[in-house]
T-cell receptor, first 115, second 112 residues
Framework: DAMVIQNPRYQVTQFGKPVTLSCSQTLNHNVMYWYQQKSSQAPKLLFHYYDKDFNNEADTPDNFQSRRPNTSFCFLDIRSPGLGDAAMYLC??????????????FGPGTRLTVL | KNQVEQSPQSLIILEGKNCTLQCNYTVSPFSNLRWYKQDTGRGPVSLTIMTFSENTKSNGRYTATLDADTKQSSLHITASQLSDSASYICVVGTSGTYKYIFGTGTRLKVLA
């Protein structure tokens, strides 16, 4: 089935130790997003790619970086995780095809724990 | 400022009962509105999506309504089941951008 896949589902890292979260999609969507969601809060957009064009939210910390080597894959790099970065990280995709609902499809998320 | 507000913040109902969740938005330019269900520790799953010209859409026991004039939407859940326990998030898409405005969700708990 076409879907958005995130790996790993659970990630534990140490304070300050770089970590990379992975997202892949089989939907061939041109837009990919990374969200951070903390407990009982709405997802917060970190950045998104429209094709290869990277769009950073103004309040996304420099500690967060992203790469999209091709249409299918997108990575979230956290260079020096702090305790405040512990959260669920959600990857999503959408398509901007004419006539579409521009619907957003989410992956299952990666739960990041920082020790 | 683009905002999406949901009410109630949390809700507890008995299995088999109906309930209605509310969503008010001030998003411009409006493109579409969708309701998601998010189980604890999982990514959101789409329930319904509506554009400006649609005022109701059903997905099984879930029925969403949209009043674009008053900028209000509701999600009605019929004959609730224990598996309906989750957060329900209202999300509004904007025209001309790739961004979506999220509500903070309603946490629904269905009790046996």
């Amino acid at each position: 089935d076409a879907m958005v896949i995130q790996n790993p589902r659970y990630q534990v890292t140490q304070f300050g130790k770089p970590v990379t979260l992975s997202c892949s999609q089989t939907l061939n969507h041109n837009v990919m997003y990374w969200y951070q969601q903390k407990s009982s809060q709405a997802p917060k957009l970190l950045f998104h790619y429209y094709d290869k064009d990277f769009n950073n939210e103004a309040d996304t910390p420099d500690n967060f970086q992203s790469r999209r080597p091709n249409t299918s894959f997108c990575f979230l790099d956290i260079r020096s995780p702090g305790l405040g970065d512990a959260a669920m990280y959600l990857c999503a995709t959408s398509s901007l095809q004419p006539g579409s609902y521009n619907e957003q499809f989410f992956g299952p998320g990666t739960r990041l724990t920082v020790l | 400022k683009n905002q999406v507000e949901q009410s109630p913040q949390s809700l507890i109902i008995l299995e088999g009962k109906n309930c209605t969740l509310q969503c008010n938005y001030t998003v411009s330019p409006f493109s579409n509105l969708r309701w998601y269900k998010q189980d604890t520790g999982r990514g959101p799953v789409s329930l319904t999506i509506m554009t400006f010209s649609e005022n109701t859409k059903s997905n099984g026991r879930y029925t969403a309504t949209l009043d674009a004039d008053t900028k209000q939407s509701s999600l009605h859940i019929t004959a609730s089941q224990l598996s309906d326990s989750a957060s329900y998030i209202c999300v509004v898409g904007t025209s001309g951008t790739y961004k979506y405005i999220f509500g903070t969700g309603t946490r629904l708990k269905v009790l046996a």
